[in-house]
């Protein structure tokens, strides 16, 4: 196991509604990454946070946000979700940007209605 | 164009053979190297580093080429258990990984 844990498992939604998906990372980890994978495809990554500061973000829309706590837990925030939204999201923590190993979490399994 | 490329396959090998997965990059500027495996459903897990020295580890060697921009895994005697997808990785300096397709390995009894 390496750590870092996700929650919910799984989650439906229908279209236009708002998600919130939860990530703990791994203890003395200070940096979390989002990735999202669709069925198929390997994970693109949707950004970074290092010390509660948004630190790199990939080609995604505004209506997906995050946060970072003073814990280093992190929030990812989808609005106004779209079928193609379905997709397994995995989160990662290092111990800073580009520093050793990323681990991962077991992921969010999204189902958009 | 994708960043990083890799055949998806599926490839279909008897137990025992010797299977290569290869993968280019598309960003002479990129940092790192990685191959990833990830089962069904599952997360994916680091196998191994990519130097360009080559490395091993048991039965797996990482080679990788930045002149030619190449990345290759070779897997010999395959097991059952190496049925997975393994995914090609490309590290920025800043920590962001990009991913290939991911490559789908089945071993067959």
């Known amino acids: 196991e390496t750590g870092v844990t996700q929650s919910p498992t799984h989650l439906i939604k229908t279209r236009g509604q708002q998600v919130t998906l939860r990530c703990s990372s791994q203890s003395g980890h200070n940096t979390v990454s989002w990735y999202q994978q669709a069925l198929g495809q390997g994970p693109q990554f949707i950004f970074q946070y290092y010390r509660e500061e948004e630190n790199g973000r990939g080609n995604f829309p505004p209506r997906f946000s995050g946060l970072q706590f003073p814990n280093y837990s992190s929030e990812l925030n989808v609005n106004a979700l779209e079928l193609d939204d379905s997709a397994l999201y995995l989160c990662?923590?290092?111990?800073?940007?580009?520093?050793?190993?990323?681990?991962f979490g077991p992921g969010t399994r999204l189902t958009v209605l | 164009r994708k960043e990083v490329e890799q055949d998806p396959g599926p490839f279909n090998v008897p137990e025992g053979a010797t299977v290569a997965f290869n993968c280019t990059y598309s960003n002479s500027a990129s940092q790192s190297f990685f191959w990833y495996r990830q089962d069904c459903r599952k997360e994916p897990k680091l196998l191994m580093s990519v130097y360009s020295s080559g490395n091993e580890d048991g039965r797996f060697t990482a080679q990788l080429n930045r002149a030619s921009q190449y990345i290759s895994l070779l897997i010999r005697d395959s097991k059952l258990s190496d049925s997975a997808t393994y995914l090609c990785?490309?590290?920025?300096?800043?920590?962001?990984?990009?991913f290939g397709q991911g490559t789908t390995l089945q071993v067959k009894p």
């Open positions: 990785v490309v590290r920025k300096d800043t920590g962001k990984l990009i």
């Open positions: 990662a923590s290092t111990l800073g940007p580009g520093v050793g190993e990323q681990f």
